[in-house]
């Protein structure tokens, strides 16, 4: 609100164009915030799911210990993740400023995809949330991306495989990490659950006890402090972008320090917030976790992401996440692995693209077809209007801090929205 | 499809990276914990009744917490990591020991 209010006054005395791009601006970050938002509560499963689920900590201070690591990790990103959208659209040059055909007319006609982009990225992440999947919320802002940069660009307009220099493109960057990372991510938690299970066997749970606890607590804060520093840094980075094409920011070697503030703010508190509904899930639909397996999950989590990204070779919080709890499942002899849920949740991966992409898609037609302000506010509508809609949903079934906990099998999972129609009566 | 080899040969290098760190150092971790168990003495192990009187080995003690250090220090290495990617830089191995290089 400051800065939209910001925006109008120091841009008072300017043409009415210039203003209408402020407003389509203003949109554009709150939007971007919000983004960041669901990015937080979406992924502080990733982190603090086992470490719930086996009581090393109490829900509320998993979150809490959770929301302040990815507000330390974003502050220390001090590297500007200005061309983020390249990995998968060509709407930046490979300095980072905005293509110039987008940017003539005020910059409106870039600031309308990105819009729509992030509109794309929300909606999914909520969606996803609803049901209790945990899905990559970089793969739903890349779908959201692409489907707005098809729609307003053509086919063209999308990096599909890149130049073939590098990973790169739709294949290179999305594709290819989600089929590649749950897999080497269930491969180290495997062997390490396996190996942790045959050297502890047997020893006095005063002693296992504590050292799991202690074990979990680290890893899961390695995960939590990596994933401030890597996903923070692409809202700012978008959020840059959408401030050049407007005109109110030249250098592309720094990113304004309000811009780093806020978002590092917005990824926190969603993360304090705590998406319960897919922890759950994580941490109590696809394995009963044991201590030793929790902390085999997020060591091979912690290693896996950082061990990727040293090697430059991005990969998925969540799907390295999924993969590790499935893996500490099969690691484990006698443990139950419900591969169902794990099916449900490999096909929501397979389709984040896609269906942020028709969101996103969707979001650009209306807004092109409403036209200026107009267009950009309709767009901003439709997108309250969706979350208050899935909000207002999720209240049927909540779970909170409270229920995160209960056994999967006994209680209505939060996913299966068959179950609901049985009276309440009839469990008693 | 040359993203396919790219993606192939990224993944052979974290699954071998991920090994090291993500399994050794809890399996380090999990033997400095049977290790402490050791240390007091008599069985470590689960009884039923009649452990009496037993005798502490300390030399158990000093394996687990030289075990504990390794892995402590790997925990370090995870976070120089992530601060000095957040900086702009990159950790080399070139001389064994880590050093923060600047990115090429």
């Not at chain 1, 990113?255 to 806020?262: L, S």
């Not at chain 1, 090697?311 to 690691?331: M, N, P």
């Not at chain 1, 909000?391 to 179950?419: E, F, L």
Request: net charge positive; proline share 4%; glycine share 12%.
């Amino acid at each position: 609100m400051i800065f939209i209010l910001w925006l109008t006054t120091h841009r008072a005395g300017d043409d009415r164009r210039v203003t209408d791009t402020s407003v389509i601006l203003a949109l554009v970050v709150v939007t971007a915030l919000a983004f960041d938002f669901t990015n937080g509560f979406h992924d502080t499963a990733n982190a603090m799911a086992t470490t719930i689920a086996t009581k090393a900590l109490r829900p509320k201070t998993a979150v809490a210990l959770s929301g302040l690591l990815n507000l330390i990790g974003a502050f220390l990103s001090v590297e500007v993740a200005l061309t983020v959208t390249n990995a998968v659209v060509k709407i930046q040059n490979s300095n980072g400023t905005p293509k110039e055909s987008l940017t003539a007319d005020g910059g409106t006609a870039l600031l309308l995809i990105v819009l729509a982009g992030l509109v794309g990225g929300i909606v999914w992440n909520l969606f996803t949330w609803l049901l209790g999947l945990p899905s990559s919320s970089s793969h739903a802002l890349f779908g959201g991306l692409v489907g707005a940069t098809i729609a307003g660009l053509g086919w063209a307009g999308v990096n599909w495989n890149g130049n073939g220099s590098k990973l790169d493109g739709v294949v290179g960057k999305v594709l290819l990490p989600a089929l590649i990372s749950p897999v080497i991510a269930g491969v180290v938690a495997a062997a390490g659950t396996w190996i942790i299970f045959k050297i502890t066997a047997g020893v006095a749970a005063r002693f296992a006890a504590p050292g799991f606890k202690w074990g979990q607590i680290g890893s899961a804060s390695l995960v939590s402090l990596a994933h401030g520093t890597n996903d923070a840094q692409k809202t700012m980075g978008v959020i840059t972008l959408a401030l050049i094409a407007a005109g109110d920011w030249t250098d592309t070697k720094n990113i304004p320090f309000w811009v780093k503030v806020a978002c590092a703010v917005a990824i926190a508190l969603g993360t304090y917030l705590g998406g319960w509904r897919i922890i759950r899930t994580l941490g109590k639909g696809l394995v009963d976790i044991a201590p030793a397996q929790g902390m085999a999950a997020q060591s091979a989590s912690a290693a896996v992401i950082l061990a990727s990204s040293h090697l430059g070779f991005a990969l998925s919080t969540t799907h390295v996440a999924t993969g590790s709890v499935l893996g500490s499942g099969v690691g484990r002899s006698g443990a139950q692995v419900r591969w169902r849920v794990a099916g449900r949740m490999i096909l929501a991966w397979m389709i984040t693209l896609p269906a942020a992409g028709v969101v996103g898609a969707a979001m650009w037609w209306i807004g092109h077809l409403v036209g200026g302000v107009a267009g950009a506010v309709t767009v901003f509508v439709l997108l309250i209007a969706a979350s208050a809609g899935m909000w207002w949903r999720s209240r049927r079934i909540p779970v909170d801090h409270q229920n995160v906990n209960d056994d999967w099998s006994t209680t209505t999972p939060p996913a299966a929205p068959a179950a609901e129609r049985v009276p309440a009566t009839a469990a008693s | 499809m040359h993203n396919l080899g790219f993606a192939l040969d990224g993944a052979w290098r974290v699954l071998l990276a991920g090994l090291a760190l993500g399994a050794g150092l809890p399996v380090l971790f999990a033997l400095g914990i049977r290790s402490l168990a050791w240390s007091t003495g008599g069985d470590p192990e689960v009884r039923d009744s009649g452990v009496i009187a037993p005798t502490p080995r300390p030399s158990g003690k000093v394996l687990a917490y030289l075990l504990f250090g390794t892995v402590v220090l790997g925990v370090l290495l995870g976070i120089a990591f992530i601060v000095a990617s957040g900086f702009g830089k990159a950790l080399s191995f070139e001389h064994i020991y880590p050093t923060i290089v600047s990115k090429h």
